[in-house]
Every structure is written in structure tokens, then in C-alpha cells.
T-cell receptor, first 112, second 114 residues
């Protein structure tokens, strides 16, 4: 399995600002994933982050809005840029190990 | 593209009863994995069970078991002897072999009543 931590656990932000979410894993992993869960909805993949290469974004998500860093095999960040109230969601990072995918506790973001 | 459908938005049963959550999926892939995740109010996503498509035997984890019907593209979760702590959102998810990213269904909100 994998133990994943995220910071911050929650935040309230003003529109037009940016927030960087950190994700730390207790072991080295090749791929890390960032998901968004809008209120009352299911999870949608934002992007896949590989160490040493640019993140791969899913349809509907762009790098300018959600820049991702992956400086090493245990850490990644997701930035939500120029936020609007529509960005209010839970953001979760996850990692894949042995065909199973494990999730962090999530970051609850509220944009006013 | 793969799609996952959970047709039951909400379910409610009494404690100790057995409950079955439904999930269907659509794919042209032959190598894939299916999962059930539990998300309690704490919002932590917890892996409940995994099924490999190439395995005919249904996966089982304690009180949780699946009924995997590959031809029908159906993957239901059975919870036996339900407990109050089973109250949560349950998500069915699909992963193409080698892709590692998950496609989720819409979720089923399960409530276990005392």
C-alpha cells in the first residue's frame, strides 16, 4: 500500500488568486495522479504527473490553469490558478502501486 | 473511451442486512481492472476491492464480494452483514491495463440504518 499526505487539508481563497496543493508519498512511485471532485460529484482526472517529464492533462484541463510539478519520486504539487468559484472542489492526489491506486485525504478548496 | 455507470444514486438498508450495489461499464479493451472505492464523510477514498478482468473467480475481501460478469460488462458489489461504518459513498472505477488512471462512476450513497 501507500501512505499519502496532502497540504493544506482545506482552504478558503479569494477569486483571482492561486493555491498550491502539496502531495507527499511514503515511497517512490513512477506516476502520481491529480483528481478533482466537485460538490456532490464523482472524481475526474485532471492530469498524470511523471517524474522528469511534463504532466499529461485530460481533456478539459490545461496547464495554464492547473500547473503541476513533480520534482522527485515522492512529491508533487498542483496549483489552481486564477481561481473562480467554479474551482471550489476537493482535489485529491493518488498513486498507483501493484495495480491498486491509493488516494490522499484530499484538499477541500472553497473560492469566494 | 471507457464509461462507468452506477444506476443507483442512493440506497438504504438496515444494519446486518445484505446489500448489492450495481455497476456497468463499457469498454473495447480486453485487459483491464475494476475497483470499488468507499468514501465516508471524512472524504478519504478507501479501496474496497479489485477485480482483474482476466480472472474468472470473483474477488472477495471479508464481508465484501463482487459479482463480475465480463460478457455483460457488469460489476456489482455485495456487502454482507452490513455495519453502521459501511455508510458512505461507493464508487465503481475502471482502469485499462497499463494505463493506471481511473475512470469513475457517478457513485451510490449507501446508508446503513440502526
Amino acid at each position: 500500500s501507500a501512505v499519502i499526505s496532502q497540504k493544506p487539508s482545506r482552504d478558503i481563497c479569494q477569486r483571482g488568486t492561486s493555491l498550491t496543493i502539496q502531495c507527499q508519498v511514503d515511497s517512490q512511485v513512477t506516476m502520481m495522479f491529480w483528481y478533482r471532485q466537485q460538490p456532490g460529484q464523482s472524481l475526474t482526472l485532471i492530469a498524470t504527473a511523471n517524474q522528469g517529464s511534463e504532466a499529461t492533462y485530460e481533456s478539459g484541463f490545461v496547464i495554464d490553469k492547473f500547473p503541476i510539478s513533480r520534482p522527485n519520486l515522492t512529491f508533487s504539487t498542483l496549483t489552481v490558478s486564477n481561481m473562480s468559484p467554479e474551482d471550489s472542489s476537493i482535489y485529491l492526489c493518488s498513486v498507483s502501486k501493484d495495480y491498486d491506486q491509493y488516494f490522499g485525504p484530499g484538499t477541500r478548496l472553497t473560492v469566494l | 473511451a471507457q464509461t462507468v455507470t452506477q444506476s443507483q444514486p442512493e440506497m438504504s438498508v438496515q444494519e446486518a442486512e445484505t446489500v448489492t450495489l450495481s455497476c456497468t461499464y463499457d469498454t473495447s479493451e480486453n485487459n483491464y481492472y475494476l475497483f470499488w472505492y468507499k468514501q465516508p464523510p471524512s472524504r478519504q477514498m478507501i479501496l474496497v476491492i479489485r477485480q482483474e478482468a482476466y480472472k474468472q473467480q470473483n474477488a472477495t475481501e471479508n464481508r465484501f464480494s463482487v459479482n463480475f460478469q465480463k460478457a455483460a460488462k457488469s460489476f456489482s458489489l455485495k456487502i454482507s452483514d452490513s455495519q453502521l461504518g459501511d455508510t458512505a459513498m461507493y464508487f465503481c472505477a475502471f482502469m485499462k491495463g497499463g494505463a493506471q488512471k481511473l475512470v469513475f462512476g457517478q457513485g451510490t450513497r449507501l446508508t446503513i440504518n440502526p
